[in-house]
């Protein structure tokens, strides 16, 4: 959708329930190339901790234009809301890591070096962390132990360097169609942010667990809403990116002749 103006199309997206997919219509249209399509080949989910330095001024500005007033989007950055949405993140994440087979989930996930990530092609890399590389079964042992370890420090470190975090909520009785809605205002809002030189990274524990989600959801005052997305924002480094499986395993092309 961003990139197809700078293309000089025109593209209109729709949902079809159908075949469980998104078509994006492109026609010949006019030529615009806006900050937020410059910024697509930055963009990335940066898993370290920030400056501390808040967004502020015409960069604060510029990212409130990335969604509209109707979104479900909240932004929280004082301190007190950060410390609330800290213990709800501990909270969860000390629930989660009780969970084997979560443990098990993540470490298939994890590529511990260059070569088993270039090998997958796909996963995390833990370099994308700012950890070194290891043989595979040192890095799967210390992700066993970091499961077990204390995960108050990490997460505060994380969470008190940020500018601020991103609630992205959605309906209780949401749909695909709402969920691919919401995937579009979290990538303008990632665009948004790195296109003025911010980071944006996951921090989604506190969604992965009914209860802590639900009390969440009152916290913020949410009203029928829950939280679906949440998202730390601030300004950090570049880091090293995780690979991507190639483009035609994952989009299924019907083009035709747009003459």
């Given amino acids: 959708m961003q990139a197809a103006p700078a293309l000089g199309l025109r593209a209109t997206p729709s949902f079809d329930p159908l075949h469980d997919a998104v078509d994006i219509e492109l026609s010949a249209g006019s030529t615009v190339q806006s900050r937020l399509f410059a910024a697509i080949p930055e963009r990335q989910n940066s898993r370290v901790e920030f400056d501390g330095r808040l967004l502020t001024g015409p960069d604060l500005e510029f990212l409130k234009t990335t969604f509209r007033p109707d979104a479900q989007l909240m932004l929280l950055d004082s301190a007190a809301q950060k410390e609330r949405l800290l213990e709800a993140t501990v909270g969860a994440q000390r629930i989660q890591r009780a969970n084997r087979a979560l443990l098990e989930e993540t470490r298939r996930w994890m590529r511990f070096n260059a070569s088993e990530a270039v090998a997958a092609g796909d996963g995390l890399y833990t370099g994308c962390t700012g950890l070194p590389d290891t043989p595979h079964w040192l890095g799967a042992a210390l992700l066993s132990w970091s499961f077990r370890s204390n995960v108050t420090n990490d997460l505060g470190r994380l969470v008190r360097s940020s500018s601020g975090i991103a609630v992205l909520a959605s309906p209780r009785s949401d749909s695909p169609a709402q969920w691919i809605e919401l995937g579009r205002v979290y990538e303008r809002f990632a665009l948004g942010t790195t296109a003025v030189g911010a ?46 499986r190639p483009l035609d395993s994952v989009i299924r092309s019907d083009a035709t002749s747009l003459a």
């Fill in 199 to 244: 980071r944006t990274s996951m921090l989604n524990q506190a969604i992965g667990v009914a209860d802590v989600r639900r009390h969440l959801a009152a916290q913020l005052g949410l009203q029928g809403r829950e939280p679906a997305l949440i998202v730390r924002f601030g300004y950090g480094p570049l880091m090293p990116r995780s690979l991507r």
